[in-house]
């Protein structure tokens, strides 16, 4: 162990030798570094990685950090590196990982996720956007929406309908498509603090290769399911330390605020006890998954996180107070996803409304821990057995 | 990353835990602790089989102690464990007040001697302050040279002790039970008991004087309140898992009730705030059981107010739901789940209050 360890830093201190950052060009050092094996070393050789274990990862990247290197901007590529990757991995051909993959985690070529519709939020499994097979294409219709970069991608992963006549899992197909295809409208998608992170993307008889199928036809659910469940990994962040994450905001304003206002010690503690409870059960978690027996309470601590959030960020405009009453900027506009926004308070109580909703709403979360972590049973189903197309809807 | 203790059980927790769970399970089912309730005086034959069992056949009272003291050099973090196990069980023992309360005093106090002794559970020592309030130097008590008079009420675990530990604002003292004059009071939480203690100007031993004996106090204080997180967290265990298995057979409407959404939703909430109560109580004796020096050993006071502060209300919420999912039957003197509720109830108040040391951690990490 001790000598893979040093084996791999002797390789990521000869790559730095071979491409110094500072003289080489941005996407061919990347690229150089995708074909070392030395992106993400839990990949196959070949495919960006070395076929090690994912631990090893952040000894790599801290090494190429602390050489002043190019990192691949994984927060303007978030979808393309947390849920298409691992789903290529799984499900595309050798061919066609060979294809996608370098430029994917270069982020010369961002990744959307054409899955959410009007009709079909929680209940992901009634999709109704259409394809039908014509020679080697298939041609698709629909609209999807809540899409993160689907402005800026240049592939999208999509989850539509191939036969209305099945039970609504059965129908289902699961596709790669190229978004500079012709048919595809991408509309910006305001959302209620102002700007526009999402898109709805519309399908019109767009065509996509059958060999861009992943999985086989009427299979689309069970990829699904190997993209959603890296979502969840995803959405899972890592263990700050005591006083940052969700809380931070508050505790540093409460700091410069709290001779003004101290009738609201009492709630701030409050939070600050949550805050740490939330973190020390993020730490057990992170340390049981360590030791190789991960444990079920990722949902739970998602619905923890997105309660602690809404009562941070809402607390911070009382610590706020007149203040508080000012917005800063309602524009139309797109936020940069590579840095943290600096916004007001109030963009922040707006912002985390979608906490409990984006990524599986806390009701989902509840219905999971509830039928899977505390085995009680699923509520009586009405779309059961029935054809999709026979559904109220 | 700030480095944090491990939180996860060692391989000798697990077997510890499953050495206690068996001995409860032999010795105090739920269906004698809830018959022993009923009984007119508290720690009769049942409780005094399961006491022994646990401090003869186990050896587990002196955990945290050196070999010196009579003890086991394990550390809090593995009497943690036992007091769990005894928290799931509502076991009707004087374990928290003799080897958590009066142990942790004593150890602090450097009173080697009482140590030995609690250590084999032969005495049993209970420390003279009212349970529900900071455990702090009481001032009911009066100090005349090494004589102490005075009346501290609603004292847990002095029926069942020998040893009386006194502290005093300039001293901690040490007075044998039977030189005191204890009044059983009807408790909230019959399984455990408390009563009015009398001293009438009584000859005391001294333990610590001034300053030491403060430091004694808050020591014990925070230790105290950091292992009572373990046992509100059995509590809350035992509550949530017996309200599940209920909600998975009780049929209403035709449906397993636990199918209803309505319910789902509100046990997942619970289940949540367990697995951050049991983070919480984790920290709090890995920090109670740190090494002196380390950055966790300097951090118990905090662990110890935050674990009061949160665990102490999660135990509450979560018995007073079982009670109600329950139906009809959680109401009844025959279903134990009473026996969880006032006792999550009285721990939430013991040692402090969650609004009390909300105060103090505020004071502590300068909110």
């Known amino acids: 162990m001790i000598d893979a360890e040093a084996e791999l830093g002797r390789r990521v201190q000869e790559f730095l030798a071979a491409h110094p950052p500072a003289q080489t060009d941005r996407d061919r050092f990347l690229r150089a570094r995708f074909e070392a094996g030395l992106a993400w070393v839990d990949y196959p050789v070949g495919l960006g990685g070395l076929d090690l274990d994912n631990s090893v990862q952040p000894a790599v990247d801290a090494a190429f950090a602390a050489a002043g290197a190019p990192d691949n901007k994984p927060q303007s590529n978030v979808i393309g590196l947390g849920m298409a990757a691992p789903t290529l991995l799984q499900w595309a051909t050798r061919e066609q990982q060979e294809r996608w993959l370098p430029p994917l985690w270069t982020g010369e070529e961002v990744w959307c996720q054409l899955f959410s519709e009007p009709g079909a939020g929680s209940d992901l499994a009634a999709v109704g956007a259409s394809a039908r097979r014509d020679g080697e294409d298939w041609v698709v219709n629909g609209q999807k929406v809540w899409t993160s970069l689907a402005h800026t991608s240049r592939w999208a992963l999509l989850l539509v309908r191939t036969d209305p006549t099945v039970p609504k899992h059965q129908g289902l197909t699961y596709f790669v498509v190229d978004m500079q295809s012709p048919g595809i409208d991408v509309r910006a998608l305001r959302q209620l603090t102002g700007e526009a992170e999402f898109n709805e993307v519309y399908l019109d008889d767009v065509r996509v290769p059958d060999a861009q199928r992943l999985g086989a036809v009427g299979e689309g659910w069970r990829v699904t399911q190997t993209t959603l469940m890296n979502e969840r990994v995803a959405i899972g962040g890592s263990v700050g330390s005591r006083e940052t994450g969700p809380v931070a905001d508050l505790i540093s304003m409460w700091r410069e605020a709290r001779a ?115 085995g009680l049973p699923a509520e009586p189903r009405v779309d059961k057995d029935i054809a999709w197309k026979d559904i109220p809807k | 990353m700030t480095e944090l203790p491990s939180l996860l059980p060692h391989e000798v927790d697990t077997d510890l835990r499953d050495a206690v769970a068996k001995l409860l399970e032999d010795r105090s089912p739920i269906d004698a602790v809830l018959h022993r309730c009923d009984a007119p005086e508290p720690f009769g034959d049942g409780a005094r089989a399961l006491w022994a069992g646990l401090t003869d056949d186990l050896g587990v009272a002196g955990l945290p102690l050196a070999e010196t003291e009579g003890g086991a050099e394990a550390t809090w973090r593995e009497t943690a464990v036992v007091v769990e196990a005894l928290g799931r069980a509502v076991a009707d023992i004087p374990f928290f007040i003799s080897a958590v309360m009066a142990t942790s005093l004593a150890q602090a106090a450097g009173a080697t001697g009482l140590l030995r002794d609690l250590a084999t559970g032969h005495e049993i020592g209970a420390v003279v302050t009212p349970f529900a309030a900071p455990f702090e130097p009481r001032a009911e008590v009066g100090l005349h040279g090494s004589r102490v008079a005075g009346r501290v009420s609603a004292v847990a675990g002095a029926l069942e002790s020998t040893q009386l530990l006194v502290p005093h604002p300039d001293a901690l003292l040490l007075v044998r039970t039977t030189d005191a004059t204890i009044t059983p009071l009807p408790s909230l939480d019959m399984t455990r008991r408390v009563a009015d203690v009398e001293l009438a100007t009584v000859e005391a031993v001294v333990l610590a004087e001034g300053r030491e004996a403060q430091q004694a106090v808050q020591r014990a204080a925070h230790v105290s309140a950091a292992m009572l997180a373990s046992e509100q967290l059995g509590l809350a265990e035992y509550s949530l898992e017996s309200t599940v298995q209920y909600l998975q057979q009780r049929r209403q409407f035709g449906r397993v009730v636990g199918s209803f959404q309505a319910l789902k939703h509100r046990l997942a909430d619970l289940w949540t705030l367990l697995i951050q109560a049991r983070a919480v109580a984790r920290y709090a004796a890995a920090c109670a059981g740190a090494e002196e020096g380390t950055a966790a050993a300097h951090d118990l006071p905090v662990a110890a107010s935050l674990a009061q502060s949160y665990c102490g209300p999660v135990a509450v919420k979560i018995a007073e739901e079982c009670v109600q999912l329950h139906g009809g039957i959680g109401f009844t003197w025959e279903h134990p789940a009473h026996l969880y509720l006032k006792r999550a109830k009285v721990d939430a108040l013991a040692l402090g209050s969650a609004a009390w040391h909300r105060r103090e951690l505020a004071k502590q990490v300068d909110l």
Do not use: C
């Open chain 1, 260 to 374: 003004d206002r101290p009738e609201l010690l009492d709630d701030v503690t409050r939070l600050w006890v949550d805050a740490e409870a939330l973190r020390l059960a993020s730490a057990l978690s992170a340390q049981a998954a360590e030791r190789g027996t991960p444990g079920p309470e990722g949902s739970g601590l998602k619905l923890a996180f997105a309660q602690l959030a809404q009562a941070s960020s809402s607390l911070t405009l009382d610590v706020q107070g007149p203040q508080a009453l000012r917005y800063d900027d309602w524009t139309e506009h797109r936020p940069d996803l590579t840095t943290p926004p600096d916004r007001v308070p109030g963009y922040w109580y707006l912002r985390t409304r979608a906490n409990s909703i984006e990524g599986g709403t806390s009701e989902v979360m509840r219905n999971i821990i509830a039928e899977r972590v505390l």
